[in-house]
């Protein structure tokens, strides 16, 4: 008997190891010269027959002791390859749509990236039945899943310090499946970074008002208004008002925020091929190209949306498409059919687009709110929490994600101040940074939404600071 469990151990590890290989990216085209490091791209099976594509790349370091960190983008229906070729990846796709050059500030400089493409039905992540409706709960247990599955498949880095990571709707992602991961003794857990993230609806909604207000954007009749309708007692309530006239007077901030032309993810932005209709209709497909905040949980996005699932049902296929994004370049690399058979793309999978509208219109936003998961995390007392925004960032803005966290009412061990870090001009001032026992908020400064894009130096500064547990 020992014999036969010693040949099923033995089999199993060669088929693992024979899975693996077959995983690795020997060439990938774009680049002039391929990497000195390992990267592997493939699919990390969960339930029901869903197949969620990931792409891991070892660290340039020393990836058999450098932590493993997770990296998940948001939407919810948006593919953690943005994150990959726009952000922080080692090499970032040119405008062209076919070279890649590598990025002096890779986070995998330091760490092994391990990219996940979540739910089924984003990016090149399928489902075999081909049903895409999903909701919190069951995306972040197939999380957990494909975790568990990345390490059956490499073992030797099931030791190594694990980082769960993501911005926007990866308010939601990451501490939801940090709660599971916590639970689970075989992965070394070591703590969570959300950027930009969705943490409170209501304390996102509050906030953007006052932002808005400050960033000169509202004018003094439309705040006088707000202050008359929605505040009483020194109390203002943006988000679920039932009064008629707040509402209307939230109405008008939605669309001078969303609808005027200004870049929700980076208001000093400009907008990548200009101020464009809300929909358009191209050569039968349907695109969505300023849809703005689908967080927003006022009674306005639910109509908005009915009537993207009507529109959806008249024409071929619906792109969503972020409001004052380029995903041109992505999408003419990641769906060249030289570049899928290097990164082994399975013949099931739909092309490739930076967010899948099937995925957002028809997710289960089961949570208002994730304190519930940061307190459980926080109260084990062991666990590196950072949340993190650019301060420009319209989308999941810095103030809400500040409430939020102060809101959790942890002891305080560093008051606000600003943080700094290296560039080609000197010592820079990176944002302001609080820090409490277990978590900080840190801002960058005149950073948007996607700050690794946005800041990059400042981005990699404070990556490695979270990442080796230094003083911020």
Known sequence: MDVLLLFYFLSSLLCGDAARDADEVTYLPGLQKQPSFRHYSGYLSVADG????????????????????????????CSSLDGLLTEHGPFLIQDDGVTLQYNPYSWNK???????????????????????????????????????????????????????????????????????????????????????????????????????????????????????????????????TQEPNCSTSVGEV?????????????????CPGGVGQRVSVNQGELVIRDLGNSFINHPWTKLWNQKLRNLANVHLSVRLDPPCTNSTPSNLFLNNPYVKAA????????????????????YGRLYM????????????????????????????????????????????????????????????????????????FLTIKGSGHMVPSDKPIAAYAMFTRFIKKQPY
């Not at 939605?254 to 400009?270: E, R």
């Not at 319209?394 to 002891?411: I, K, P, R, T, Y």
Request: aromatic residues 14%; negative net charge; contains cysteine.
């Open 110 to 240: 330091i760490a092994n990236m391990l990219y996940l493409e979540s739910p089924a039905g984003v990016g090149f992540s399928y489902s075999d039945d081909q049903k895409y409706v999903t909701n919190d709960t069951e995306v972040s247990m197939n999380n957990y899943l494909a975790l568990k599955e990345f390490f059956s498949l490499f073992p030797e880095y099931s030791k190594n310090e694990l980082f769960l990571t993501g911005e926007s709707y990866g308010g939601i992602y990451i501490p939801t499946l940090a709660e599971r991961v916590m639970e689970d003794p075989s992965l070394n857990l070591q703590g969570i970074a959300v950027g930009n993230g969705m943490s409170s609806y209501e304390m996102n909604d509050n906030s953007l008002v006052y932002f808005a207000y400050y960033h000169g954007l509202l004018g003094s009749r439309l705040w006088s208004n707000l202050q008359t309708f929605c505040c009483k007692n020194k109390t203002c309530n943006f988000f679920n």
């Open 343 to 362: 990164i082994h793309i399975s013949p099931k999978a739909l092309d490739w687009v930076i967010c899948s509208s099937e995925v957002n219109l028809n």
């Open 369 to 440: 709110d994730v304190k519930k998961q940061y307190l459980k995390l926080l109260s084990a007392l062991k666990y590196r929490v950072l949340v993190y925004n650019g301060d420009v960032d319209m989308a999941c803005n810095f103030m809400g994600d500040e409430w939020f966290v102060e809101s959790l009412h942890q002891q305080v061990e560093v008051q606000r101040r600003p943080w700094l870090y290296d560039d080609k001009d000197g010592r820079q001032v990176g944002g302001f940074v609080k820090e409490f026992d277990n978590i900080a």
């Open 50 to 77: 869903k197949h969620l594509h990931y792409w891991f790349l070892e660290s340039q370091n020393n990836p058999s002791s450098d932590p493993v960190v997770l990296w998940l983008n948001g939407g919810p229906g």
């Open 254 to 270: 939605q669309d001078i925020v969303y609808s005027s032309g200004l870049n929700m993810y980076n208001l000093y932005a400009s």
